[in-house]
């Protein structure tokens, strides 16, 4: 992690320790649109594939955000997504529609392939993902992160610009609530392409798609 997403961590400590009213959760302002909370460790990233630690996913789950969340209960609702999937009927196919007004924190439109580019990302075995292995009920994902095939080969595929088709090994009754989690958000890839490596190693070098961006 850079000293500069080490020093965001310490304002934000600062800042907590001189003002505001505190709850349970953290501190929000005045105006409820900054939430400001105490860290018991650094992040390690803020990249979605590569996220392992409870306090750099507690943050994505607030700063990106999938196809579907989780509410009350565990129960799935609708995320980038504007429904949910229409299942083939042997059940292992999905399509997916997005919003069309889903953004960027940047101002750029979430696509069906910032998702493409997020799972396959995980899944490639150059990523070296410690997660990879909650996307094995995707078709051909175990094969891929063992290098036994392309990653161009994972079942996930980009329609158009807000349609997504989803390929499963099998039918999996709980795949709304599994495609809740972080491991499965989109990523911007113009944006991680251009910091490679460098991408969610600080605030600056990610975009956020979900209710609160990390700033410093």
Do not use: H
């Not at 799935?76 to 429904?83: D, F, M, Q, R, S």
């Not at 090994?169 to 491991?183: D, F, R, S, W």
């Amino acid at each position: 992690m850079t000293r500069k997403f080490r020093t965001l961590i310490l304002i934000l400590i600062a800042t907590i320790a001189l003002s505001g009213c505190a709850n349970d959760d953290g501190i929000y302002s005045d105006k409820g649109q900054v939430f400001r909370k105490i860290l018991s460790s650094d992040l390690t990233s803020l990249d979605t594939s590569l996220i392992t630690d409870e306090i750099s996913s507690e943050v994505t789950a607030q700063t990106f955000e999938g196809l579907y969340t989780l509410g009350k209960g565990d129960k799935p609702v609708l995320g980038v997504a504007k429904a949910f999937p229409e299942k083939s009927k042997d059940g292992k196919t999905l399509k997916v529609k997005l919003r069309s007004d889903a953004k960027w924190s940047n101002g750029d439109k979430v696509t069906a392939q910032d998702f493409v580019y997020a799972w396959r990302k995980t899944v490639d075995p150059k990523t070296g993902s410690e997660f990879a292995y909650i996307m094995g009920d995707i078709k051909n994902a175990s094969d891929i992160s063992t290098g036994k095939k392309p990653v161009e080969q994972l079942g996930i595929k980009a329609l158009n610009d807000e349609t997504l088709q989803i390929e499963l090994e099998k039918p999996v009754p709980y795949i709304n609530q599994l495609l809740a989690l972080n491991t499965f958000a989109p990523q911007n890839e113009k944006v991680a392409k251009k910091y490679g490596k460098n991408y969610g190693t600080a605030a600056d070098r990610a975009v956020y798609n979900g209710p609160f961006k990390v700033d410093d």
